[in-house]
């Protein structure tokens, strides 16, 4: 294939083969469109655009001297999704517009929020069900453990038997016995 000329109109045709879902527009220097624009094809075979507007300012130049500008735009189909957009200034005067929709990105935004929604309400759940147990036994252990408990009336007179007979004997008393 012939490289094509830097004024063909149909230059940048081939992104929609390579990115089908990028939108693609050239204008001249005086804003213009050149040639014709690529819409960004999305899933089940639909197209969308950006709603950009007629003129594009406020480009900035990067360390290597090129003019973009990085700006989401709203979609031009009613409800549809915005676009993220750069533009950027060729040396040759044109701007590039590409363009991509973010309907997957809000999309997957939506889904992760849903996700989270759910994990926190199971958390919560869970912690209700488990701390309901635990404060209900832990407050029955508790007011039995603040009253000590009483011994028994035998527990008592082997405990006070067993001192008496255990206790070492004095000299004296060991004096008595012999």
């Known amino acids: 294939m012939a490289p094509r000329h830097a004024t063909d109109p149909n230059r940048f045709r081939y992104v929609s083969t390579h990115a089908p879902g990028t939108y693609v527009e050239v ?17 089940g075979g639909e197209h969308a655009s950006p709603a950009l507007p007629k003129t594009i300012t406020g480009f900035t130049k990067d360390a290597q001297g090129q003019s973009s500008l990085l700006f989401t735009a709203p979609s031009a189909q009613a409800g549809g999704a915005p676009f993220r957009v750069l533009a950027v200034q060729r040396l040759d005067g044109d701007t590039l517009i590409l363009g991509i929709s973010l309907a997957d990105t809000n999309s997957t935004l939506h889904r992760l929020l849903l996700i989270e929604i759910a994990v926190a309400l199971g958390a919560l759940l869970t912690a209700a069900l488990v701390g309901g147990g635990w404060s209900r036994s832990g407050s029955a252990h508790c007011e039995t453990s603040r009253t000590p408990p009483r011994p028994s009336p035998r527990a008592s007179s082997l405990s006070v038997s067993r001192a008496t007979t255990s206790a070492p004997r004095s000299d004296a008393s060991h004096a008595r016995s012999t």
Do not use: I, K, L, N
């Open 27 to 43: 204008r001249s220097a005086s804003g213009a469109v050149v040639g014709p624009t690529v819409p960004a094809y999305q899933r």
